[in-house]
């Protein structure tokens, strides 16, 4: 019993003492061996130029403005006479800097380790620095490179599009490597959406070091992955001429083509994202953010809106898939229909109604007591279900950050959020696009497109990353073509016919233009309100939103303009302009062929 003790602890005994010395001779050794190297090696970053981005015609959105960064010679004693001299010397030339902040961010990155000048004003424009170069260069201790800053061109024309960048926090900083080392993120639009492209990758340089941290040798260089722009499907021209036409109301306006590539998207009012490159003051801030219009919010692809009557082509799409024959028969519009025991009043907006009603004319007329009985014997299920395929109540994919989706309800959703059963009276005011139903002005255009072509297209902004074509992406829905035939007669209808909603402003293009205008409600009608107060008579924040979305040309669809102006009340009166002169720009410029052109 001893004996094996004994045995056992001299086992033990030895196998700590080889364990000890492996640690010693071998792994210790790789380890001071990769510190000694650490000790003799320095990498230095190499910072890409980020890429620019291009409106299709070549015309600039986003560039890197070349400038200037100041910097002071290291290991100058903190607050002394030669530091203090070369940050005088520095300021008396830029005034607008401060000799006290200039000082601190300094000292905080001075060392006696550090050979490398310290960076101390990180941009200066070329123009400001002309005077000063050769003034500021005579100086030894102070160091001037040449420096990239972004400059939007098109100042607040594009910015829900285009996005901005800005200073990178420690989030952004943990999420990439590249960020890290730059600084710099995109913060909105495709400028966030594409940052990982833009971006590039990093360069770097691995040196030989003294004892001191002194370069005594370049052991490796690799150039950094840069200037790799995107080219957009927009056309900076059309963007500018749609701001020019909002004229100080607030909205949106998009037009893409049929296939997905987004010509222009307009979020009016805007906002300069130059200001936010450099750091934005808390006044120019608090004035944005106050706006009651919203400039700051994208409403292209986050903005949600009751759709109006916009939803009946895909709500009567809905009634024909559901298949329960709602299409087979007109209905009757005498101004109102009646439900449930007590006779609540459910009204179309035409208070003498519309006598019989087929699909066309409903559409024409944009009758609601037609939707309102058709949506009662389909019920709201199938309907949100349909409308889902159509693209309402769905992200559409879009090449933007911060999409949301909107809401298209069912007795499911409402259970859900609200833990209370559906009613009848919700699945009437969804029939119009009132209620709970809520989209986004993107979502109206890519449905248009589909109503236009059958096909459900993907939208893009973006044409080439670096080499790289996008495609155009679609999704097949399965409708019944002769039911969508009649949609599209009645929207031809409501821009051509004497009784369309669009008629006044559409009717004159020289292409022949289809489309349905909405009218969506920001309040409710009082059940004992008998005349309903006129547009023109409510506050401004309580009028109802103004909607025209349209194809064109009608006979071979190419290209889709939807339009939605806030609080503007009608959207034949309202939208109506907005998207007859983009049509007139649009044929101006030779977006439409000799074929195209109507015959009068």
């Known amino acids: ?19 000890r010395m492996y640690q010693i001779s071998v792994k210790t050794n790789y380890y001071y061996e990769k510190l000694a190297k650490n000790n003799i090696e320095r990498k ?19 560039v890197n403005d070349i400038g200037f960064s100041i910097a002071i010679a ?20 830029f005034p607008d800097f401060n000799a006290t902040k200039l000082l601190k961010q300094y000292i905080k990155k001075n060392s006696p380790y550090n050979h490398r000048f310290i960076k101390v004003i990180d941009f200066i424009s070329y123009k400001d620095m002309i005077g000063a170069y050769p003034k500021l260069t005579i100086n030894e201790l102070i160091k001037i490179e040449s420096e990239t800053k972004r400059y939007y061109p098109a100042g607040s024309m594009a910015t829900h599009i285009v996005g901005y960048v800005g200073k990178s926090n420690k989030f952004d900083n943990a999420k990439d490597g590249v960020v890290e080392k730059v600084g710099v993120v995109g913060k909105s639009g495709l400028e966030k959406r594409y940052n990982s492209v833009l971006q590039g990758q990093l360069g770097y340089r691995i040196v030989k070091v003294s004892a001191t941290n002194r370069e ?61 490159v450099g750091g934005i ?28 009557s916009t939803i009946k082509m895909g709500m009567a799409l809905s009634f024909s898939k559901s298949g329960k024959g709602a299409l087979d028969r007109a209905e009757y519009c005498k ?56 693209g309402l109540g769905v992200k559409s994919g879009i090449d933007l950050p911060r999409e949301r989706k909107g809401t298209i309800p069912n007795k499911d959703w409402k259970m859900k ?28 255009a890519r449905y248009t497109a589909f109503i236009a072509t059958k096909k459900l297209p993907t939208p893009h902004l973006v044409h080439k990353v670096v080499d790289k074509i996008v495609k155009p992406e679609y999704k097949d829905v399965d409708v019944n073509t002769h039911d969508l035939d009649i949609i599209k007669k009645g929207m031809y209808d409501v821009c051509n016919s004497q009784r369309g909603t669009a008629h006044r402003t559409m009717s004159r293009l020289p292409i022949i233009v289809a489309g349905k205008t909405g009218t969506s409600q920001v309040v409710s009608i009082p059940q004992n309100e008998r005349r309903r107060m006129k547009e023109s008579e409510m506050e401004y924040y309580s009028r109802s939103h103004a909607w025209l979305t349209t194809y064109a040309p009608y006979n ?21 302009p907005i998207a007859a002169q983009i049509y007139r720009w649009m044929y101006k410029h030779g977006y439409f062929d000799d074929k195209s052109k109507k015959e009068w």
């Open 1 to 19: 019993m001893r004996y094996g003790i004994i045995v056992t602890f001299f086992v033990l005994f030895w196998i700590m003492l080889i364990t």
């Open 44 to 62: 230095y970053y190499i910072k890409p130029v980020r890429g620019e981005i291009l409106d299709r015609n070549g015309k600039l959105l986003a």
């Open 74 to 93: 290291p290991n100058l004693k903190n607050r002394g006479e030669e530091l203090n001299d070369t940050i005088t010397a520095i300021v008396k030339e």
């Open 216 to 276: 005594v040798a370049e052991i490796e260089q690799r150039e950094p992955v840069e200037d790799q722009n995107l080219i957009l499907n927009v056309d900076l021209d059309l963007q500018k001429k749609i701001n020019e036409l909002f004229n100080g109301q607030a909205g949106v306006a998009i037009v893409m083509s049929v296939n997905g590539d987004v010509l222009a998207a307009v979020s009016y009012p805007s906002y300069d994202p130059n200001l936010f």
């Open 281 to 308: 003051s808390h006044k120019e801030w608090k004035e944005i953010i106050n706006d009651l219009n919203h400039p700051f919010t994208n409403k292209i692809v986050s903005g949600l809106y009751p759709p109006g």
């Open 335 to 390: 101004g109102y229909i009646k439900i449930g025991r007590n006779g609540h009043k459910f009204r179309c907006w035409s208070k003498w109604g519309h006598g019989s009603v087929g699909l066309r004319k409903a559409i024409r007329e944009s009758c609601d007591v037609y939707f309102y009985s058709k949506s009662l014997q389909v019920g709201i299920n199938d309907i949100s279900k349909y409308l889902n395929e159509f």
């Open 417 to 444: 959020r609200y833990k209370q059963p559906w009613y009848l009276g919700e699945t009437i005011i969804a029939s119009i696009g009132q209620g709970y139903d809520l989209v986004t002005p993107i979502q109206i």
């Open 556 to 576: 071979n669809p190419k290209y889709v303009v939807t339009v939605l102006v806030e609080h503007g009340g009608h959207g034949g009166s309202s939208a109506g």
